[in-house]
């Protein structure tokens, strides 16, 4: 008599850990450019370069990119930038045995900060968050059946629950051409540049998946001319691409992370010669899972009417999807100008980020609380500081609904903007209106008591001989034709038939005539 098992496919975080790390380093301006006067913005990207698996530790090594936009003390070109790296080599400590598993690491630049040290040299002060996680594959052995005797008796209940059945990473890499209209300068510079990411949708198909979004560009150079004019651009490239992902049908259920690994942004010159056009290439990270439901019957009971049959429990721990979600909404407040701060002619670009302060489970759902940071850039009617940054914090608070949802549920939420604009009031307030979005993920913890082993005995003569050939039995609570027959060695179908019932609901109180049928086995 043996138990035939069936594996399901579990993804479960084996060890999470996070760092935060300071890097500061001095720099001097490059001998072909002028003395600083006044930092306008700052601007820093992390690029992971490497990572490294060992038992207890993760080794990842990066590097900080940044950018600082000044003005000099050139009369002709008031606006440059500043553009260097600060590597980096930290050690991330994690439990013990997660070497060699699938590795996750998430960065955030909760800080940035460029000040003067002199007009020929500036510090940049940086911190840096480094989220890790590691999960691993697992097979939950899960019986389903029982075969051997044909006297074997088993029953089944449903336990529903969510496998992987794809988690892979991929990248995806999209190239284009921009081409600045007529009424904007030749490019000399490009001293500052953002892209950002918009709109991501993700389809599963069977073996690929279709992905398709925006790229809002924005771009500030100078032009080419005498005037040395200070230019910027501000357009938008959408990518729609399919990508093979062997293992994923369209019915499964996707949870595709996606995030800008790299970018460049170069000029070039167009077929008159001039440098017109704007060579733009993007590499996003794409951290791709799919997932299956599976209702699984799994045996929670076994015995036979001529042998003892001892069956032997564990917990089984599955996870079960409780809902995907995106929960959207729109805020609306005001950003202050700083004091000191010249007014503004006019605004050239605003951007944000999402920056989470907490999340909280609360009944029925989960409350996340954070800050969308807001940096907008602007010309003054100054004409020593024409160029000018003002940040802002804007507060919100949004309610993931999430039925179900307990502390001990596994969630992953991730925020994105999808869309921003700013508007100047007066000379004191802008107005900030953002669309934000919180892409949520939520799976419960079931922990089920599973079949691993059966012992199988003879049964006790002396307990069988004891029993009456007929017994009459009044159906208790609790009671059920399967437990009945199990306690006197028959089987549901002959006290069905023994009694002329038609199905097998019983109720307490009914009367039931039980045959003793064991004498054959002896």
């Known amino acids: 008599m043996d138990l035939i098992k069936k594996n399901i496919h579990m993804n479960k975080s084996k060890c999470k850990s996070s760092l935060q790390l300071t890097l500061d380093n001095d720099f ?68 013990e045995g997660c070497a060699d598993d699938n590795v996750t690491v998430r960065w955030e630049l909760e ?11 500036i510090s940049v ?29 088993y029953l089944n209940k449903v336990i529903q629950t969510t496998g992987i059945a794809v988690n892979k990473k991929d990248t995806y890499r999209i190239k284009d051409e921009i081409h600045l209209p007529a009424n904007k300068a ?34 500030m150079y100078v032009g080419e001319g005498e005037e040395n004019q200070l230019e910027f651009y501000e357009t938008e490239i959408p990518f729609n691409g399919t990508i093979d992902c062997s293992g ?38 794409l951290d791709i899972k799919a997932y299956t439901e599976e209702e699984v019957d799994a045996v929670s009971d076994v015995y036979s009417p001529k042998k003892e049959v001892t069956p032997t429990f564990e917990d089984a721990v599955y996870e079960n999807l409780l809902v995907k979600n995106s929960s959207k909404t729109r805020i609306i407040d005001r950003v202050h100008m700083e004091e000191g701060k010249p007014s503004i002619l006019q605004i ?111 049964i006790d003569f002396d307990k069988l001989q004891a029993m009456p050939s007929i017994t009459g039995y009044i159906v208790k609570s609790g009671d059920t034709l399967w437990s009945i027959a199990k306690k006197f060695y028959t089987t549901v179908e002959n006290l069905q038939e023994m009694n002329e019932l038609e199905s ?18 002896f």
């Open 248 to 285: 994923c049908e369209e019915s499964m259920i996707d949870n595709i992370n996606c995030s800008i690994l790299s970018k460049n942004i170069e000029a070039k010159p167009d077929m008159d010669g001039e440098e017109r056009i704007i060579d733009f290439e993007a590499v996003l990270d």
């Open 348 to 458: 050239c670009h605003a951007s944000g980020m999402i920056k989470i302060d907490d999340m909280e489970v609360i009944h029925d759902g989960i409350e996340v609380s954070g800050v969308i940071e807001v940096s907008i850039l602007y010309i003054s009617p100054d004409d020593n500081s024409p160029l000018n940054a003002i940040k802002g914090m804007v507060p919100f608070t949004q309610t993931i609904e999430v039925k179900g949802i307990t502390e001990n549920s596994n969630y992953e939420v991730i925020p994105s903007i999808e869309q921003l604009s700013v508007m100047m009031l007066d000379s004191d307030e802008i107005e900030v209106k953002a669309g934000i979005s919180l892409d949520a993920i939520v799976f419960e913890i079931i922990v089920e008591p599973i079949m691993t082993e059966l012992l199988v005995t003879d």
């Open 28 to 95: 001097n301006v490059p001998d072909v450019k002028p003395d600083i006067v006044q930092l306008v913005k700052d601007q820093g990207d992390i690029r992971i370069t490497d990572v490294k698996v060992m038992n207890g530790k993760l080794v990842v090594k990066g590097v900080l990119l940044f950018n600082v936009i000044y003005i000099s003390d050139d009369d002709s070109r008031p606006v440059y930038n500043l553009c260097s790296e600060i590597p980096f080599d930290e050690v991330v400590n994690m439990e």
């Open 504 to 521: 097998d609901i019983i109720h307490p109180g009914d009367k039931l005539l039980i045959m003793k049928e064991m004498d054959e086995v």
């Open 186 to 219: 030749n490019i000399y510079d490009i001293i500052y540049s953002e892209v950002e990411l918009r709109n991501v949708d993700c389809r599963l198909m069977d073996d690929k998946f279709n992905i398709k979004g925006e790229l809002p560009v924005f771009i």
């Open 125 to 153: 002060k940086a911190i840096v968050r480094l989220n890790v996680s590691v999960d691993e594959i697992c097979d939950q052995e899960t019986a389903v059946a029982v075969e051997g005797s044909e006297d074997v008796r």
């Open 111 to 121: 800080d940035l900060t460029a000040g003067i040290i002199n007009s020929r040299k």
